[in-house]
């Protein structure tokens, strides 16, 4: 009999106390195995949402898009860089704060995007909105919006209704008169919050919401280049020193820098507590397990067991209680990571699409390498005991005892 | 109490340019300003020296401001990770220089107004009153206002599914060992069964001897705690350069862990030694 199948029999000879070492073993692993999911989980995560639009470099005033900043002469701007070489087309985004009245219940206070596309290229002029249709169509003239769902359902309308807006652009004390919009279609917009409602429309269509009082100002201006995002932004930038122009991987650099530092942290140092506890654990657990079986080994041993054997015993010992908690920390691991990522989405101003926790092949080649090291390393200890176990002496003590 | 628009209420956020300072004179006109712990250090700034601010990067229009003193910014746990480069001007010179050329002076708009109560309990009525008097104004109590809360209150849930799952972990890795400990004392507790000791007795015994073990861990859990407190502290306003407490070992969370754990050893050497203690005496103390 091989040496993992000596150790098999070695488990399952004491099923309970095995049974809670891999259980312990599961559990420990599926913590870590989450918290190595959140550790780059919100950089992949916010990396996919920019990704999504197909717009590759952001043009805004502040260090980072959405800084409440915004770009003076935005028109001017867009088109100046629409007309660079590598520019295929650019969107002009100005948000505005609006109130959707309701026949029977307190108004609802919505976000207002407006779009504009500038471009040269007969390509770059059919670029899409920042949102995604879901039923209907795209809002075109400037009496048609698109709404998320959630504002669809509170106020009880879809494509072809009406609802009545009164968005406010420059001050939020301005008193507009209320504007009948036509819904075109239902949209999901990518950075919405779970607790807001977004409204999209043409830049034409906010200015009409406005009521005219729009400026000339955005908030942010998508730009998709020809291919070379790295050199549009640098072009970008040469051409407007006013602005901040940034690829989606230096805004996600940026924010790695500033909010997401914290899960690293956290998962660092998590990741590091959760090992420890395991390789203690599993120590322990191993170390008992020989001590009570030191007779056994030693009467192996004189059998004509060699010293190499009796220690590939514990190692697959060891190796059998963590692989096969480790395999079972997996689902484990994704169902927690599920429950885990709920809890942090309740944050205010996390876009529901937005995730903590997030699958990636190098977290689980990660994950393997630790429980592997963790294998190897509790079973240091136990090794060295049955390694170093005099067999006469021991035999002797077993008879006497 | 705390007094803002009625739309969305979105931070005024204004860019300062700090141009280079322009000279060191105690005798300045120039009005005060104070300024952040990190702008002083980064721009190697001291008290007294004259600076100016612009509201644009190009330095347009700027002014000259006299630094009188350096603060330690109140810690933000919603800018995290941010350094706080900012400079705190008299509100009159900020509507100064932030004021639209087309705008009338005293016709600014200013993001919030926080308000004194001479009876702080008066605070809903009183914001009630304000909502129903000025239109397009929101009043909100103070405790209110603090939505920068709301992401420590999630963190707050977070770490606590993280504690229980720690938890449930423990207690299999506990009973694990119990269990072995527990059959390593297999030939004695055989002995007292045959010697006529009660199951009740020695079950007592091992209650006894669980509540100290677990007792000792927690104790020695805590003190490992307390120690790394500071450490863990220290780290992280180093690494985010902020004042921020990040651990604290209160009373409360002490009481709480002592409450869990004690308990919860006691009772997995219980329950480790409950199936031993059902067979017989013989058949325990048999080799």
């Given at each position: 009999m091989n040496a993992l199948g000596f150790a098999w029999r070695s488990l399952v000879r004491q099923p309970a106390r095995a049974a809670l070492g891999v259980l312990g073993v599961a559990a420990v692993g599926a913590l870590l195995f989450d918290m190595l999911l959140l550790s780059r989980g919100l950089i992949v995560s916010m990396q996919d949402l920019l990704d999504r639009g197909g717009w590759d470099v952001r043009v805004s005033?502040?260090?980072?898009?959405?800084?409440g900043l915004r770009l003076p002469h935005a028109i001017a701007t867009a088109e100046s860089i629409a007309q660079l070489?590598?520019?295929?087309g650019a969107l002009i985004v100005r948000t505005a704060s609006a109130q959707v009245d309701r026949a029977s219940a307190t108004p609802l206070h919505v976000s207002f995007q407006g779009v504009a596309t500038r471009s040269t290229d007969p390509a770059g002029s059919r670029l899409r909105a920042p949102w995604t249709i879901l039923r209907g169509r795209d809002a075109e003239g400037p009496n048609e919006i698109v709404v998320d769902e959630r504002l669809a359902s509170q106020t009880g309308t879809g494509p072809g209704g009406e609802i009545i807006v009164r968005a406010t652009c420059v001050a939020d004390l301005e008193a507009l008169p209320a504007t009948r919009l036509t819904i075109a279609g239902i949209a999901e917009f990518p950075f919405q919050t779970t607790s807001d409602s977004t409204v999209g429309g043409t830049l034409a269509a906010l200015a009409a919401a406005c009521g005219g009082n729009?400026?000339?100002?955005?908030?942010l201006i998508l730009v998709t280049s020809r291919g070379d995002a790295d050199g549009t932004a640098a072009s970008i930038r040469a051409e407007h020193p006013d602005v901040r122009a940034a690829t989606n991987s230096e805004v996600v650099g940026r924010l790695q820098q500033t909010g997401f530092t914290y899960f690293q942290q956290i998962s660092s140092v998590l990741t590091t507590v959760t090992v420890s506890f395991a390789v203690l654990l599993i120590t322990v657990l191993l170390t008992v397990s020989v001590n009570q079986r030191l007779g056994e080994v030693a009467a192996l041993r004189a059998l004509g067991f060699s010293r190499m054997r009796v220690v590939k015993d514990v190692l697959c010992e060891s190796a059998l209680i963590v692989g096969t908690g480790g395999l079972l920390s997996l689902p484990l691991g994704w169902a927690m990571a599920s429950g885990l990522d709920r809890i942090l989405k309740g944050m205010p101003g996390i876009p529901a699409a937005l995730h903590f926790f997030v699958f990636e092949s190098r977290a689980l080649v990660v994950h393997v390498a630790l429980l592997v090291a963790t294998a190897v390393i509790a079973a240091l200890y136990p090794m060295r005991i049955v390694s170093r176990l005099p067999i006469a002496a021991t035999l002797r003590d077993e008879v006497i005892g | 109490m705390r007094l803002a628009p009625a739309a969305v209420l979105l931070p005024a956020i204004l860019a300062f340019c700090v141009l280079p300072p322009v000279a060191w004179a105690q005798e300045s006109t120039a009005p005060d300003v104070l300024i952040s712990r990190q702008l002083a250090e980064s721009e190697g700034l001291t008290v007294g020296t004259v600076i100016r601010l612009a509201t644009d990067a190009s330095g347009a229009h700027a002014r000259e401001f006299r630094i009188a003193g350096i603060y330690e910014p109140t810690p933000d746990p919603a800018r995290?990770?941010?350094?706080?480069r900012s400079v705190r001007l008299h509100l009159p010179d900020l509507l100064e220089m932030t004021r639209p050329v087309d705008v009338p002076a005293g016709a600014e708009y200013v993001s919030s107004v926080n308000v004194a109560l001479t009876n702080p309990a008066d605070a809903q009525q009183f914001a009630s009153d304000v909502n129903a008097r000025l239109p397009g104004v929101l009043a909100l109590p103070a405790g209110e206002a603090t939505g920068s809360a709301g992401p420590f209150r999630v963190l707050e849930r977070f770490h606590l599914a993280i504690a229980i799952i720690t938890i449930v972990a423990a207690t299999v890795f506990l009973l694990a060992l119990t269990i072995m400990l527990v059959d390593e004392r297999r030939e004695t507790v055989g002995v007292l069964r045959l010697i006529g000791l009660p199951v009740r007795r020695i079950l007592t015994q091992i209650l006894l001897e669980g509540l100290i073990v677990a007792g000792t861990g927690a104790v020695f859990g805590l003190v490992l705690a307390a120690l790394s407190e500071q450490l863990i502290n220290q780290f992280f306003q180093w690494r985010y350069?902020?004042?921020?407490?990040?651990?604290r070992v209160t009373k409360d969370v002490a009481l709480t862990c002592v409450m869990i754990a004690v308990p919860l050893g006691a009772s997995a050497t219980v329950v480790a030694s409950w199936a031993l203690l059902r067979r017989g005496g013989l058949r325990l103390a048999r080799r």
């Open positions: 005033a502040g260090d980072l898009p959405g800084s070489p590598s520019v295929q729009i400026g000339d100002e955005a908030d | 995290l990770g941010q350094v706080p350069d902020t004042a921020l407490i990040f651990v």
